[in-house]
């Protein structure tokens, strides 16, 4: 029997480990440092954590259920909303996980667009966490330079996608539209000068004292005990597992992108803190190389009766008209099967499990969410520790609750 | 890339990792395959589950060290109603492998892989609040989700898309 099973047993509500030494405490849900509404049941002995329990379902909004009455296309606004840090992420999964099923493959430039927002999305998923993550542990100043480049790939977001958070940009087969123009010179301009950025933030914690002494040696877990409790991503790297999806099993085209994948093996909140900041400049390089190799073309894959027609062709063709007439009362029928479509989201494996019965709407759709799985670092991250840890912990692991909850 | 059929008969996929070791390794246990779509999937006895899951995990040949996923299907109005889809991944051999057991819609129960991966816990309480399979050794089977005195299960395809009102 694996012994971190213990920290799935639940907190009876009048036994506790300690008898009167210790009490029980509810952290949340309405708790500014949970990053939206996770409950945290806690047990404490004076400061020192003895037991810790997640209470989630507090932002359940029943999106898988939602999806099994929608058409294949109409999924994808909701994708978004699940982790709404990281849309591109959520749409990218999705519909890889359709194009699978339907055999489809989306032209190069659709690709390295894919790709070069997908990376977008790690940056400002990330520049969240490192901002609210330092204002957690008490670094104000961090927070605001964060959101002030944060703003600049929202800005961009709006203009590929008229929408500053839920994208809905990637659709099965290709992109919602072209990029616009002035696009890659105001992103050019943003690669230009975030490296400065990075060190900027890197400046201010780094080799920060009161930084160092909050998070090294903190909230540690290991390798093993990661492999157990299911962690992926920059929570699992930082304790050793060298594991990317972008590298080891490439999906929409990062077979393409050169880069390396940051790993460290304390396995506290520093060494997860050291992980992004790393995959910060990696994602970086990566959006460079996408511009680079942009190529011209169709930014949609020629399969009229799944991918909407041009604007232009629906009004000057008649084909066109009854395509664009049958996907959106009809939907497109897509072949019985089922795929797994796993991807590395900023946070861990996003994985969409898709099941169809070879009608327009699907028949199942799962989320595998990262942060889901992640939660379940936090009982061997606190126990033992000090309350005030606690906060630096779910900082650094990093959670949604839109996806944890869905 | 145009879609392949799928190739379901055991005999052509005996060469896999995975069909070899349980077939050497627990014989009966494997109920049938499927490969499609470069996926494959194994049907697996639901007696047999946890130790299929074991030697999966465990033996050299297939080392499928990690569990990615874990959910569920409802097929009503079949019977056994129930899917379970386990997702395993190697990271030595950069392969996926899922796993299905059926599970029968009257009392709808199966072992729970919390003795193999801990981290299976809140996946397992997921599908229990929505489908309403129970995990046999599961050390704290309650909802997740939904609210403690919700009633019905929302994923199962006899509840509406509105709920009860």
Same mark, same amino acid.
């Given at each position: ?26 952290m ?13 049941v ?16 507090y ?6 259920k ?49 790709l ?12 969240v ?40 940009y ?35 914690l ?18 093993? %005990? ?52 790393e995959?910060l ?8 190389q ?78 595998r ?17 000090l ?15 839109? %996806?944890?909850?869905? | 890339?145009?879609?392949e ?6 005999e ?16 009966g ?5 499927k ?20 030697l ?16 569920a ?12 889809v ?16 059926k ?46 005195d ?5 994923l199962?395809k ?8």
């Amino acid at each position: 029997m694996p012994a971190t099973l213990d920290y799935f047993r639940a907190i009876p509500v009048v036994e506790t480990i300690g008898g009167d030494r210790t009490m029980v405490l509810n952290m949340g849900p309405q708790h500014p440092s949970t990053h939206g509404v996770l409950r945290l049941v806690v047990e404490i002995d004076g400061e020192t954590v003895v037991r810790i329990r997640p209470d989630i379902g507090y932002l359940h909004t029943g999106i898988e259920k939602t999806c099994e009455a929608k058409f294949y296309q109409q999924v994808i606004p909701m994708t978004d909303r699940i982790d709404y840090l990281a849309p591109m992420a959520n749409n990218l999964a999705y519909v890889l996980a359709v194009e699978k099923l339907l055999g489809l493959e989306v032209p190069p430039r659709a690709m390295w667009i894919r790709l070069m927002l997908s990376e977008l999305t790690r940056i400002s998923s990330h520049l969240v966490w490192l901002g609210t993550h330092a204002m957690d542990i008490g670094a104000m100043t961090v927070f605001l330079y964060c959101f002030r480049e944060r703003e600049e790939i929202l800005k961009m977001y709006e203009m590929v996608a008229g929408q500053r958070m839920m994208t809905s940009y990637f659709r099965v087969g290709g992109l919602s539209m072209n990029l616009p123009l002035g696009f890659l010179d105001y992103l050019k301009n943003f690669t230009n000068y975030f490296p400065a950025r990075i060190e900027q933030y890197s400046d201010l914690l780094t080799s920060n004292p009161i930084w160092m002494v909050r998070t090294k040696g903190v909230a540690k877990i290991s390798k093993e %005990d990661a492999m157990e409790l299911m962690l992926t991503g920059p929570t699992a790297r930082a304790s050793g597992i060298d594991w990317d999806l972008r590298r080891d099993m490439p999906y929409g085209g990062y077979e393409n992108l050169e880069f390396k994948v940051p790993l460290a093996t304390e396995g506290d909140v520093y060494a997860r803190y050291m992980v992004r900041m790393e995959e910060l400049r990696q994602s970086l390089g990566m959006v460079k190389q996408a511009m680079a190799n942009l190529p011209d073309g169709p930014i949609k894959a020629d399969a009229p009766k799944i991918v909407l027609p041009d604007r232009e062709k629906m009004k000057t063709q008649m084909e066109s008209l009854i395509h664009h007439f049958k996907i959106v009362t009809e939907g497109f029928n897509v072949p019985e099967g089922e795929v797994y479509q796993g991807i590395e989201s900023p946070r861990g494996e996003m994985g969409y499990y898709v099941v169809s019965d070879g009608t327009a709407k699907p028949y199942r759709v799962h989320m595998r969410a990262p942060s889901f799985a992640n939660l379940n670092a936090i009982g061997p991250m606190c126990e033992g520790n000090l309350l005030a840890d606690v906060v630096a912990a779910i900082g650094s692991i990093d959670i949604i609750l839109g %996806d944890v909850d869905r | 890339m145009p879609l392949e059929p799928a190739i379901t008969d055991l005999e052509q996929l005996k060469d896999r990792p995975a069909v070899a070791a349980l077939e050497a390794g627990l014989p009966g246990a494997l109920q049938a395959a499927k490969f499609d779509r470069s996926e494959l999937t194994l049907w697996i006895d639901p007696l047999k589950i946890i130790p299929a899951l074991t030697l999966l995990r465990d033996s050299a040949a297939t080392s499928y060290k990690s569990l990615a996923d874990v959910t569920a299907v409802d097929w009503l109005p079949a019977e056994p109603r129930f899917e379970v889809v386990y997702s395993l991944l190697s990271y030595e051999r950069r392969e996926r492998l899922r796993v299905k057991v059926k599970v029968s819609g009257n009392d709808p129960y199966i072992e729970s892989a919390t003795v193999l991966w801990p981290g299976a816990s809140p996946f397992e309480r997921e599908i229990f609040d929505l489908f309403g399979i129970r995990f046999l050794g599961h050390p704290d089977l309650r909802r997740i989700l939904l609210p403690d005195d919700w009633e019905g299960h929302p994923l199962r395809k006899d509840y509406p898309v509105e709920g009860y009102r």
